[in-house]
């Protein structure tokens, strides 16, 4: 069932942001847009850039990505949702949007590397589907990831606080980094995973555009 899409003008946007996301009719279209906005690096400070921010300003992060899309399949009918997925203490988070197709999970993501990007709808749970980020969710040669969230809805919070904001929405990404979430492995799993070889870390050096310094390569 296709929700009603919400107006322009409760989103916060104006005629010209809202057709540009409006013409996103399907999750394949907005992952497109959403690759096609170079990184954004934070050159000048940490952004939770809003919807109506990235777009004047054409970068992006994952955060910021997952905003657009979701709002994107917000319009073309499908619910707002985000997860949030966890790393261990020397890694960051990484948060896609969620959409439903034949009752499998898919994600939208923007990431400057090869590994934590589209995943297509064949996920019963989203469980499944945050283990098919498990052995690309990476820093260098060691397997990261820990938790991932139960389907954010940002429905529940007002638009204007995600979507047309004109400052940060650091109070959103607290948020959901704060909705509950679910370990994926045991300590005990986590203490015997396997080092990626030379080979998976060469690969995984591979960015798509490119980066200021080491930290950024490393972190975007």
Same mark, same amino acid.
């Given at each position: 069932m296709r929700l009603r899409p919400p107006t322009a003008q409760r989103l916060g946007l104006s005629a010209s942001e809202y057709r540009t996301l409006q013409r996103l009719r399907t999750p394949e279209r907005i992952q497109d847009f959403v690759t096609s906005l170079p990184t954004n690096f934070e050159l000048h400070g940490d952004t939770a850039?809003?919807?109506?921010?990235?777009?004047q300003?054409?970068?992006?992060?994952c955060l910021e990505g997952a905003f657009v899309a979701a709002c994107a399949l917000w319009i073309c009918g499908q619910p707002p949702?985000?997860?949030?997925?966890?790393?261990?203490?020397?890694?960051?988070?990484?948060v896609v949007a969620l959409f439903r197709s034949d009752g499998h999970w898919g994600a939208i993501?923007?990431?400057?590397?090869?590994?934590?990007?589209? /995943?297509?709808?064949?996920? !019963?749970?989203?469980? =499944?589907?945050?283990?098919?980020?498990?052995? *690309? +969710? %990476?820093?260098?040669?060691?397997?990261?990831?820990?938790?991932?969230?139960?389907?954010?809805?940002?429905?529940?919070?007002?638009?204007?606080?995600w979507v047309g904001r004109d400052s940060n929405c650091f109070d959103v990404a607290d948020w959901v980094d704060e909705s509950r979430h679910y370990r994926l492995i045991t300590p005990t799993q986590? /203490?015997?995973?396997?080092? !990626?070889?030379?080979? =998976?870390?060469?690969?995984?050096?591979?960015? *798509? +555009? %490119?980066?200021?310094d080491a930290r950024s390569a490393n972190k975007y």
């Open positions: 850039l809003s919807v109506r921010q990235t777009l300003q054409g970068h992006a992060h949702l985000l997860m949030d997925m966890q790393a261990d203490d020397t890694d960051d988070d990484h993501s923007k990431s400057n590397h090869v590994w934590l990007r589209w /995943r297509d709808p064949i996920h !019963r749970t989203l469980r =499944e589907l945050a283990l098919s980020y498990f052995h *690309e +969710y %990476v820093l260098k040669d060691r397997k990261t990831l820990r938790t991932y969230s139960r389907a954010y809805d940002l429905r529940r919070i007002n638009p204007g606080l986590a /203490r015997r995973l396997r080092r !990626r070889d030379a080979m =998976e870390v060469k690969a995984g050096r591979l960015l *798509e +555009y %490119v980066a200021p």
